[in-house]
T-cell receptor
Framework: DQQVKQNSPSLSVQEGRISILNCDYT??????FLWYKKYPAEGPTFLIS?????DKNEDGRFTVFLNKSAKHLSLHIVPSQPGDSAVYFC????????????FGTGTRLTIIP | EPEVTQTPSHQVTQMGQEVILRCVPI?????FYWYRQILGQKVEFLVS????????KSEIFDDQFSVERPDGSNFTLKIRSTKLEDSAMYFC??????????FGPGTRLLVL
């Protein structure tokens, strides 16, 4: 069951540059999308979300873009900081977040000082 | 800032034993969830709970699993007879009427 896919298992970015993490989904019922950050041995920490009625949502250094026709979303982090090094999970839900989350496999982001 | 808490942080048990994982959701939240992550795999949904009943459960959530909200604050996941393949990180999550689910730190369960 690969309804949510993160095709890059890892990504390395220089400190201060932009980090772009990608996520694709196949289920057209998904209408709410979230990004979580996870450190080892900790729970997922909510970062930012977007509903399907928007194509962009911004919160500080984090911006999420949604392309519904391509069933693709991306998370931009700018500027990247060493504390951003973690595993990032994309998650999707139907009924505008009222249903369970379906997670991607995660992308390990490493920020190089 | 309010947060979801989980106990214990680690649990080691023998195959066939019962375990109870505990969660205290954020206090004004109404919707509760359990997820798990087997090492090296993605986070998977187990069950959702609202208004004192299960609203949805996955194929993983078979008769060996049960959930309960025994009082106004705790939310528990019981595994009646653990199997080796139940070894995983178990995450509790909760949300209010808004869409975002907030996760606890997890319980690492190891079944020997």
């Amino acid at each position: 069951d690969q309804q949510v896919k993160q095709n890059s298992p890892s990504l390395s970015v220089q400190e201060g540059r932009i980090s772009i993490l990608n996520c694709d989904y196949t289920n057209s019922m998904f209408d709410y999308f979230l990004w979580y950050k996870k450190y080892p041995a900790e729970g997922p920490t909510f970062l930012i979300s977007i509903s399907s009625i928007k194509d962009k949502n911004e919160d500080g250094r984090f911006t999420v873009f949604l392309n519904k026709s391509a069933k693709h979303l991306s998370l931009h982090i700018v500027p990247s900081q060493p504390g951003d090094s973690a595993v990032y999970f994309c998650a999707a839900s139907a009924r505008f977040g009222n249903e369970k989350l379906t997670f991607g496999t995660g992308t390990r982001l490493t920020i190089i000082p | 800032e309010p947060e979801v808490t989980q106990t214990p942080s680690h649990q080691v048990t023998q195959m066939g034993q019962e375990v109870i994982l505990r969660c205290v959701p954020i206090s004004n939240h109404l919707y509760f969830y359990w997820y798990r992550q087997i090492l090296g795999q993605k986070v998977e949904f187990l069950v959702s709970f609202y208004n004192n009943e299960i609203s949805e459960k996955s194929e993983i959530f078979d008769d060996q699993f049960s959930v309960e909200r025994p009082d106004g604050s705790n939310f528990t996941l019981k595994i009646r007879s653990t199997k080796l393949e139940d070894s995983a990180m178990y995450f509790c999550a909760s949300r209010d009427n808004q869409e975002t689910q907030y996760f606890g730190p997890g319980t690492r369960l190891l079944v020997l």
